[in-house]
């Protein structure tokens, strides 16, 4: 799966929406935002945000490939919407431990999400 147009979150009025209809998850070495699409897609987006507190410029990059990249390789079973706040201190995991603590928050988003829908 390539990391397309169509799985970016682009505008700004959306990262609105994500941050005050969205669920907070964070992770220590990032903040998750998640929540669902405003009209129904087929695919999951993805945001990321990484501030100038994270580091320089290719520091920066590197967070952002390294966020496209966990969620592209990760196993979303249904459409989301997510931000990814970058902190500081990400370099210091390794990739496999950020893609699970980003599985995890999205999955227990959406056992969550599908609880409520329940009640």
Do not use: W
């Not at 669920?23 to 100038?52: N, T, W």
Request: proline share 4%; charged share 35%; hydrophobic share 40%.
């Amino acid at each position: 799966m390539r990391f397309t147009f169509e799985n970016r979150v682009r505008l700004q009025k959306d990262f609105d929406y994500i941050k005050e209809n969205g669920v907070k998850a964070d992770c220590s070495a990032f903040i998750l935002y998640m929540a669902h699409p405003k009209e129904p897609r087929p695919q999951s987006r993805l945001g990321v945000v990484a501030s100038k507190r994270v580091g320089n410029s290719v520091v920066r990059h590197r967070a952002k490939r390294v966020f496209r990249e966990v969620f592209r390789n990760s196993q979303i079973p249904m459409p989301i919407d997510a931000l990814v706040f970058v902190r500081r201190g990400f370099y210091k995991f390794e990739f496999a431990a950020l893609k699970d603590k980003f599985e995890r928050a999205v999955l227990a988003f959406i056992k969550k999400q599908v609880e409520n829908e329940r009640k």
